[in-house]
């Protein structure tokens, strides 16, 4: 849930943002900001909120360190 | 620029650049006589991750972990930018160098022995840059800019820099070498530690390392173009990138990954004879 909350802020700011950029022309550094932070993390949250569980695991294996 | 533009330039690279690594992956595979996977299997990989759950091991240091993912896709974007508004070389340099970390904070932070392995490795692997580094020097020596838009000015006057500074673009090859998967250089994510720094790196986080490394690939062919042969066709570009790529994988295909240090006196040795080069045009003597 917290994941599908975390793309709905990010993809609104993007979405937002292309339509203030569209209308207005937003500044360089906004327009940077958006694509070098903003996009990569809505794409993370995207693979973040709709990821398809794994199945149950059979047992679990204990961890003997590396 | 809109940002409509820059976000499409950059999904044309996540997507294009996959497909090239998945090209070079195909010719690798018949060079060796083996079928290889389809063109398109990396761009599968890539989605097929995507919507896998994302694991993160035990001996994960968390936030570094997940946000060196997010430092590597910005700053493959950002050197797509770059080569976009046509900026200066030197802040791919920067992001190429600042690329490095990225490598030994992805491997270290995952905690398996095979990350820290190629962490280690990647600072090695910091002599890739020295041929850029001395491959800038004749450039600016000559066009006497180090701006991408001045020196594709300098080449619609001069001609292309090809063929005027041939060993330049040799140099520069290397660099194209080490950059490329499965190539002689690439020590810090060779088979023989899984996949590298990568190797614990899954799911979503996986998926946009490998975006990230597509837009890498899609650059470092531009660039080359860009620097030697100037402003051309959308169409020469790509028959030109694909080119440069079949003889990456031809090379690639035929050699063994070196040993570390074999691969920093090649790439430092490469770095010195340029730097001599760059000395020799600066002075008039060539």
Not at chain 1, 38 to 60: C, D, Q, W
Not at chain 2, 118 to 136: D, M, N, Q
Not at chain 2, 203 to 216: H, K, M, N, P, Q
């Amino acid at each position: 849930m917290k994941y599908k909350l975390g793309l709905l802020i990010s993809l609104g700011i993007l979405v937002a943002s292309i339509i203030i950029d569209v209308l207005y022309s937003l500044p360089l550094f906004v327009d940077l900001f958006i694509v070098l932070f903003v996009f990569p993390l809505t794409l993370m949250m995207i693979g973040y909120a709709y990821m398809s569980p794994r199945k149950e695991e059979e047992e679990e294996i204990p961890f003997i360190g590396y | 620029m809109h940002l409509v533009n820059i976000l499409g330039h950059t999904i044309a690279a996540m997507i294009g650049g996959l497909l090239l690594i998945g090209l070079h992956r195909k010719i690798i595979a018949r060079i060796q006589q083996r079928p290889g996977p389809p063109v398109w299997q990396e761009l599968l990989h890539a989605f097929k991750f995507f919507f896998k759950e994302t694991v993160t091991p035990r001996t994960a240091s968390e936030p570094l972990y997940s946000g060196i993912v997010l430092l590597h896709m910005a700053l493959m974007i950002g050197s797509l930018l770059v080569i976009v508004f046509g900026e200066s070389l030197l802040i791919i340099i920067a992001l190429f160098m600042i690329y490095k970390i990225v490598q030994h904070g992805a491997g270290l932070s995952s905690g398996s022995p095979y990350g820290r392995y190629a962490g280690v490795r990647s600072i090695f692997s910091i002599a890739s840059e020295v041929p850029i580094f001395a491959a800038i020097a004749p450039i600016y020596a000559l066009t006497g800019s180090l701006r991408v838009s001045d020196i594709l000015s300098y080449q619609s006057l001069n001609g292309p820099l090809i063929v005027q500074l041939p060993l330049v673009a040799g140099a520069l090859y290397i660099l194209l070498l080490s950059k490329v998967r499965w190539s002689p250089f690439d020590i810090a994510s060779s088979k023989d530690l899984v996949s590298g720094y990568k190797t614990e790196h899954y799911g979503v986080l996986r998926s946009i390392l490998l975006f990230a490394e597509g837009i890498g690939l899609y650059v470092t062919l531009w660039l080359f173009l860009i620097l030697f042969f100037g402003e051309l066709s959308l169409i020469l570009y790509i028959l030109g990138g694909i080119l440069l790529l079949v003889s990456l994988s031809f090379i690639c295909a035929i050699t063994p990954v070196l040993t570390p240090h074999h691969s920093v006196i090649l790439q430092v040795g490469f770095g010195a004879l340029m730097l001599l080069y760059a000395l020799l045009i600066y002075w008039g003597v060539i």
